[in-house]
């Protein structure tokens, strides 16, 4: 466990360290609130994944025991070629509008103040196709915040926009022009420069895997997946909107939304994260049925959960393990769970008091692409 080591190597004293280690080990890698017990595999599992090379390693939701999700089990989504980087050649090029030009190897990036974040990377296609169901993971981030680097490289005042560039690329059609892009995806500058955002280099305390972006991606704690740039060659400031693929044609959610009895179709470029739950597996000890499932996207207040048409009953929510970008595990025992077929349906309410959209909401219902498929998820189960 290399995290351990780090502390280890922070800490200096060997017995202290080992401590700490035994605490940490076991704060990230269970679910101390949670019951035990053998799972009952969904009815309902995901189809056959038609693009193994660029959908990988899908979470198995009846397979979630542990907080943290382990590198190895980690969802990997690439749209182009999977590039693979020579650390030792590689740089981070800053250019555009801004007054000093930068070139930053690794060995600089890693230099530079170490930030933290444990965070929920969605991919707002998740649950968007019968196939695509695992499509998230939580991770312990490290790298350096992105903003500082922007202040010394100095945006010029007219620079509104920051588009990152991955070293990735493909061929893109459209009308009747091809154009070999590299992926890339932007930012205004005010959401360039919030501190949560980092330059990361380590994932769950190793060095990025290849799957999910070495040497650099970027992350951005609150978006979806597709903001995390892996892969990262360059960063370029602008003074207009930049409208690549990524921003502007897939990753656009088409929407009729209703404008005082007026239908209006919004096409909007997905950003930010939004609010979900889902239940993960149902666990059996004796005779005693539990349900456990996860929430995120947005500050979570609590969570509900639906057996068949009954009530919605409040679930448990873990505080073992918080924090603030992260998913929260919740639990609900289920009382008299009765032999045969039965759904199970969660629903996340957030801080504000936003409740994630049933299937029929005309917020999902009305939504004409599969991005930003947050509608609440039902699993099938037989209880026998
Ligand atoms: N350079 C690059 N960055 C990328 C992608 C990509 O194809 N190329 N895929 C994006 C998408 S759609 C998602 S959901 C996340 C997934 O991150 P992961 O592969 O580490 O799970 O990475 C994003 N960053
Ligand atoms: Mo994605």
Known sequence: MPHLQRRELIQGSAALAAIAALHASRRAYAFPAQPSGKVIPWLDQPTKNPDPAGIQSQLVWEDLDSWITPNDKFFSISHFDRPTIDEKTWSLEIGGLIKKPLKLTLADIKSRPRQEVVFTVECSGNHGFPFFT??????????????????????????????????????????????????????????????????????????????NGFPV??????????????????????????????????????????????????????????????????????????????????????????????????????????????WKIWSLGWQNASPGEHTVTSRAIGITGEIQPAMDDPLIAKKHTYWESNGQVTRRVNIV
């Not at 044609?249 to 005082?260: A, G, K, L, P, Q």
């Not at 239908?263 to 059996?284: D, H, L, M, N, Y």
């Open 134 to 211: 695992g499509g998230i993971g939580n991770a312990r981030w490290a790298g350096t915040p992105l903003a500082p680097i922007l202040e010394e490289a100095g945006v010029s005042a007219n620079g509104i926009e920051v588009v990152f560039f991955g070293t990735d690329k493909g061929e893109i059609p459209i009308r009747d022009v091809k154009m070999k892009q590299n992926f890339a995806r932007s930012m205004s500058l005010a959401d360039a420069m919030n501190p949560d955002n980092l330059l990361c280099y380590e994932m769950n305390g190793a060095a990025l895997p290849p799957a």
């Open 217 to 326: 991606r970027l992350i951005v704690p609150g978006w979806y997946g597709i903001a995390n740039v892996k892969w990262l060659k360059g960063i370029e400031v602008r003074d207009t909107r930049f409208m690549s693929l990524l921003m502007a044609r897939d990753y656009v959610t088409i929407r009729e939304e209703d404008h005082n009895g007026e239908t209006v179709w919004a096409e909007t470029s997905v950003g930010r994260a939004r609010i979900k739950s889902a239940p993960a597996k149902v666990t059996q000890k004796d005779s005693e049925y539990s349900i456990i499932g996860a929430a995120w996207g947005a500050p979570i207040d609590r969570v509900e959960v639906q057996i068949d048409q009954g009530p919605w009953t409040p679930a448990t929510i873990d505080h073992s393990e918080e924090a603030e970008h992260a």
